[in-house]
């Protein structure tokens, strides 16, 4: 920035700092932007050039009346600066001269903007505090710049400056009072919003008097009126306004209200005339329509003919094939939306309106009946259509498994085979299992045979041992030894018998 108050251009004639940087931008939270003043130096309402991002800033060499600024080597890497507080308006000066005045600091610093304060301290830095935010952005520019006083080259005479954002309390308070001002305006804007958005409230019922009842009668009478006239008249009537002095009065109103139900009956019954016919309209329209969906499958179940089917390619038919279900598909459920609105019309009769008018009721039959064999006669015909597209189906069926059947008898005669070989396999593996068993049987067979021999001896043995001490007993009657003997017999009797 020079000392006429411009931004400094390079040698290309290029803008050092753009303006997007020195002017604050639009914040969608706030909902504004910050105010500019198109007159300050540098500030411009035309938008600048498109300038290249990949391009470095070119900082020159700023002259003013006490001071040179030099800036710095090009190579280095641009100073650091902290986090900027919200509401930034102050900003902080550090690597001042010794011999750096305050009027020195304002003759530099004031070409950034309107400068509000200045706190030099004895240490070489500075605080300056500007009147708009954007301003802190231009001084930001000037950071990393060398100052020189005059043509002194005496150390007390030059320092690099650093410039930074400084927080300050006054800067927080005014930014937290806009804030607040922002927000009251934003709910006031809604407010008025909500207002224009809410609907109108109803307007206030006026009081009973003479007067008001006359005017109320009167907007009963009219058609147009009636429906605010009723309201007000329930109003009055639910306030107790009613007494033995304007019952009278009330009453000729209630009567007024009650000639209106005439009119609301006749209103009624026409609309539901119109309604009745757009419902024989719809259903004459649906009628037509189903008419033509026939006639097209007609034209369908013609193609499948075996005379034209044959001159017909592959994917022609194909495509007349995927043609012909859907056609089917949407006259079968045309069909049945036809016959649901028939059985609706037939439950909407009612049995008090029959046993009223015995003519209307012998005419409603005559055309229930006359509609039913309407529909049982179209029902004949989309079936005998989709009879005779079955038949189709079925030809075309044979045809394809009379092409089909030789390979089909190879694989069937394959498949028996593999099938006789495994029942073969599984029975011959039953067979020797069978066999194994019965060897485990007669095995058991055996070893119980052995076991009932040896049983036998062991019996055996024991009849005998009996026998012996029979015979070695002496000293007995002979009444008794008769007994022994038979005892005996009788025992090798039975040991004979066993053997």
């Known amino acids: 920035m020079n000392n006429l108050g411009i931004m400094p251009m390079g040698l290309t004639g290029q803008q050092l700092v753009s303006d997007s940087i020195c002017i604050q931008g639009f914040d969608p939270n706030l909902g504004i932007i910050a105010p500019i003043n198109p007159m300050i130096a540098g500030i411009s309402l035309v938008p600048p050039p498109p300038v290249q991002p990949d391009l470095p800033v070119i900082k020159e060499i700023i002259h003013s009346k006490s001071c040179t600024l030099f800036p710095q080597n090009p190579n280095l890497p641009p100073p650091s600066t902290r986090e900027r507080p919200p509401g930034c308006r102050t900003v902080f000066v550090g ?3 010794e011999n750096a005045s305050e009027e020195i600091i304002q003759e530099v610093f004031d ?12 240490k070489n830095f500075c605080h300056i505090r500007f009147s708009e935010e954007f301003m802190v952005d231009k001084a930001l520019y000037l950071s990393g710049y060398r100052m ?3 043509s002194s080259t005496d150390k007390k005479d030059s320092g690099r400056i650093h410039v930074d954002f400084a927080q300050a309390r006054d800067d927080l308070y005014e930014w937290e009072c806009k804030q607040r ?9 809604r407010k008025i919003q909500e207002d224009r958005l809410r609907p109108s409230s109803p307007p206030p019922i006026m009081h009973y008097s003479e007067h008001e009842a006359g005017l109320l009668a009167e907007k009963l009478k009219d058609d147009n009126k009636f429906s605010e006239g009723i309201s007000v008249l329930f109003s009055w009537i639910e306030r107790g306004e009613v007494n033995r002095r304007s019952a009278n009065q009330f009453y000729s109103m209630i009567q007024s209200a009650n000639s209106h139900v005439r009119r609301l009956m006749n209103e009624k019954a026409q609309h539901e005339e119109e309604m009745e016919q757009a419902k024989e309209c719809f259903k004459n329209s649906l009628l037509t329509i189903l008419t033509q969906f026939e006639q097209i499958t007609a034209v369908f179940s013609a193609a499948t003919r075996q005379k ?13 094939d995927i043609w012909r279900k859907q056609c089917e598909e949407l006259r079968n459920a045309h069909s049945e939306e036809i016959m649901g609105i028939r059985r609706e019309e037939e439950m909407e009769m009612s049995d008090e309106d029959l046993e009223e008018n015995p003519c209307k009721k012998v005419r409603i039959d005559n055309s229930v009946l006359a509609a039913r064999s309407y529909g049982l006669r179209e029902e004949n015909d989309s ?3 989709q009879l005779d597209a079955y038949r189709n189906e079925v030809e075309l069926l044979k045809k394809e498994q009379g092409k089909m059947q030789h390979t089909d008898d190879e694989h069937s005669h394959e498949h028996q085979l593999n099938f006789l070989q495994q ?4 029975m011959q593996q039953q067979l020797l299992r069978l066999q194994d068993e019965l060897k485990g049987k007669e095995l058991e067979l055996e070893q119980a045979r052995d076991e009932q021999r040896y049983l036998e001896c ?15 007993v002496e000293g007995t009657n002979q009444t008794t030894d008769i007994p022994l003997k038979v005892k005996k017999n009788r025992c090798r009797a039975e040991h004979a018998d066993l053997a």
């Not at 001002?181 to 804007?189: D, I, M, S, V, Y």
């Not at 034209?308 to 007349?320: G, L, P, T, V």
């Open 95 to 97: 690597g001042l001269p």
């Open 181 to 189: 001002l922002l927000a009251r305006e934003e709910r006031h804007r």
């Open 383 to 385: 079936l005998r259509w």
């Open 458 to 472: 062991e019996i055996y043995s024991l009849k005998e041992k009996c026998f012996n001490s029979t015979d070695s």
């Open 308 to 320: 034209a089917w044959d001159h017909f390619s592959k994917a022609q038919r194909k495509n007349i």
């Open 423 to 426: 029942t073969m396999h599984s």
């Open 148 to 150: 020189r006083i005059g």
């Open 111 to 122: 070409q950034c903007g309107e400068i509000v304060a200045i706190r030099k301290s004895k």
